[in-house]
């Protein structure tokens, strides 16, 4: 298995429809992540979470909201989707020191029509 | 700002073509640099991460080194394989958290 894996792999969804994406790890990992990925932009922090109890906003979190339901599990949710969210998804897991990076996900391709 | 700008955008080399990709970086409070390697349809995999200035990792065919200003990553006699997309991302502090801001990366295409 994967030491994170990201559900579901493709979605397409509807302008204003709520959308879940899910993510777990088996790293053992305190801290995760969600980004997204856009042509020409590179990746961009959504939120961040250090431990259960610990959730931040990243550099672009509005319309996005989280929720840490355990060390392994971080989910993503778009209230009312819009077509500019459409992009790549990458949930990452970092131990605390960081000196090893990331370990990211395989993503999930979102498009919003 | 923090800001990483990575060239060039992208770089198509023969088998055996040795060649470099660069990473340019302007942060707060540098904590270190990080490679990655991202292929088609998969999140970025963890190559290196250099800590100084003078610092040098290698892994195979590649071998990553930062200056103050900027980090290098060198291929030699590049195979097929080694076609990905490289990323540089750096870490810093600011706004009281811990930040990493990634660059745009290189795409980079090895010809048999």
């Known amino acids: 298995d994967a030491d994170v894996t990201q559900t579901p792999r493709n979605r397409i969804t509807k302008t204003g429809k709520r959308i879940m994406l899910e993510c777990s790890q088996t790293?053992?990992?305190?801290?995760m992540y969600w980004y997204r990925q856009d042509p020409g932009l590179g990746l961009r922090l959504i939120y961040y979470?250090?431990?259960?109890?610990?959730?931040n906003k990243g550099e672009i979190s509005d319309g996005y909201s989280v929720s840490r339901q355990a060390q392994a599990k971080f989910s993503l949710s778009l209230e009312s989707a819009i077509p500019n969210q459409t992009a790549l998804y990458f949930c990452?897991?970092?131990?605390?020191?960081?000196?090893?990076?990331?370990?990211f996900g395989s993503g999930t391709r979102l498009t919003v029509v | 700002e923090d800001q990483v700008t990575q060239s060039p955008e992208a770089l198509r080399l023969q088998e055996g073509e040795s060649s470099s990709l660069n990473c340019s970086y302007t942060v707060s409070g540098l904590r270190g640099l990080f490679w990655y390697r991202q292929d088609p349809g998969k999140g970025p995999e963890f190559l290196f991460t250099?800590?100084?200035a003078g610092e040098e990792k290698e892994k195979e065919r590649l071998k990553a080194t930062l200056t103050k200003k900027e980090s290098f990553l060198h291929i030699t006699a590049p195979k097929p394989e080694d076609s990905a997309t490289y990323l540089c991302?750096?870490?810093?502090?600011?706004?009281?958290?811990?930040?990493?801001?990634f660059g745009t990366g290189t795409k980079l295409q090895v010809i048999p």
């Open positions: 790293k053992g990992h305190d801290r």
């Open positions: 979470s250090f431990d259960v109890k610990d959730i």
């Open positions: 990452a897991t970092s131990d605390s020191l960081g000196g090893y990076g990331y370990t």
């Open positions: 250099l800590y100084s």
């Open positions: 991302a750096v870490p810093s502090r600011s706004g009281g958290y811990q930040k990493v801001t």
